[in-house]
């Protein structure tokens, strides 16, 4: 592992792309040690192949995200799978292997809500699961990112996705804090690896900005928020969404404002780990805009970006933000690419 700063690694990270849909993926029908193949398909994607990921590393991107569910697929005494976790580990060295950056997480954990009432299970839950992580990938070198934790959040309440409370800061705070110390605990490179630490639901909300702490000090965090905004032309489906970017909409200035002033300036640095805009059936140009507004804001902070990708493309049939057809392995939107490397070029080294 190099000796070289968190900050150094997010200046070499020029833009990422999430595998979204995939080894995230979770359901009932599907018991834990069903076949690596039934779980990474039970969402309609196809396997994860080399050529993939080949292909977006091409294009221009130089991070891949690999969102990961864990907790359906371990035992009672919460072992993982040994066929689950060396599954992962293909995907996460199709990339690695090429000199590229890797973000591995936790996600969708129907464990892991932010009350007082569940911190204590979550915590004893996040320990044993990130222990086998960390000790898994402990000689993988800085290209190698772990991110703790995956949108925590107050599922189905109004506190969901509107920056959350002090109860919802505190727990957060809480099993990020057990994340990375047990992270650190497992030696190796791991008492080096860059850590992504998520604020309340990964909010790019200034009350959960404001409400992160790196409890521990630890000098080798950095911090991870979502950003699909704004949402209404973003990430609302059906009627409710605005087919053109207005541009009006002071959002994206608010929220690298938000992100200059409390992590950036005080010595933080930030990964924008999932954003993007839907498909819409007459989006072509104001998409086009706002791609090129919205990647130049993050670049002007040093504020990396990861598309979220989930191989999902006609406008009108929920979240549609795919960009590389994974059944064609070919780019459906060349132009975006376009705008989304022009405005990126200058960020790698």
Known sequence: MKNISVWDIVKDIRIGWNLGNTLDAVTQRLAPDASATQWETCWGNPVTTEKMIEDILA??????????????????????????????????DYAYSRGAYVILNIHHEGWNFPFYDNRDKAMATAEKIWLQIAEYFKDYDEHLIFETQNEPRKIKTPLEWTGGDQEGWDVVNDVNEVCIRTIRSTGGNNLYRAVMLPSYAASMDGKAIRAWKNLSGDD??????????????????????????????????????????????????????????????????????????????????????????????????????????????????????????????????
């Open 220 to 349: 080798r965090v950095i911090a991870s928020i979502h950003a699909y905004v704004p949402f209404r032309f973003a990430l609302t489906t059906g009627d409710d969404g605005e087919v053109e970017w207005d541009k009006t909409d002071d959002v994206i200035d608010r929220m690298t404002d938000d992100m200059k002033v409390n992590f950036i300036d005080k010595g933080i640095p930030v990964i924008l780990g999932e954003m993007g805009a839907l498909v819409r059936v007459t989006d072509r140009e104001t998409r086009l805009e706002w791609a090129e507004y919205f990647f130049g804001k993050a670049n002007e902070i040093g504020v990396p970006c990861c598309w979220w990708d989930n191989n999902s493309f006609v406008p009108g049939h929920g979240e549609t933000f795919g960009l590389y057809d994974r059944r064609e392995c070919k780019f459906r939107f060349n132009e975006l690419l376009d705008v989304m490397m022009k405005a990126t070029e200058g960020r790698r080294g």
């Open 59 to 92: 294009a221009g991107f130089n991070l891949i995200r690999v969102p990961v569910s864990w907790g359906c697929h371990t035992d009672s005494n919460l072992v993982i799978a040994k066929s689950w976790i060396e599954r992962v580990k293909e995907v996460v």
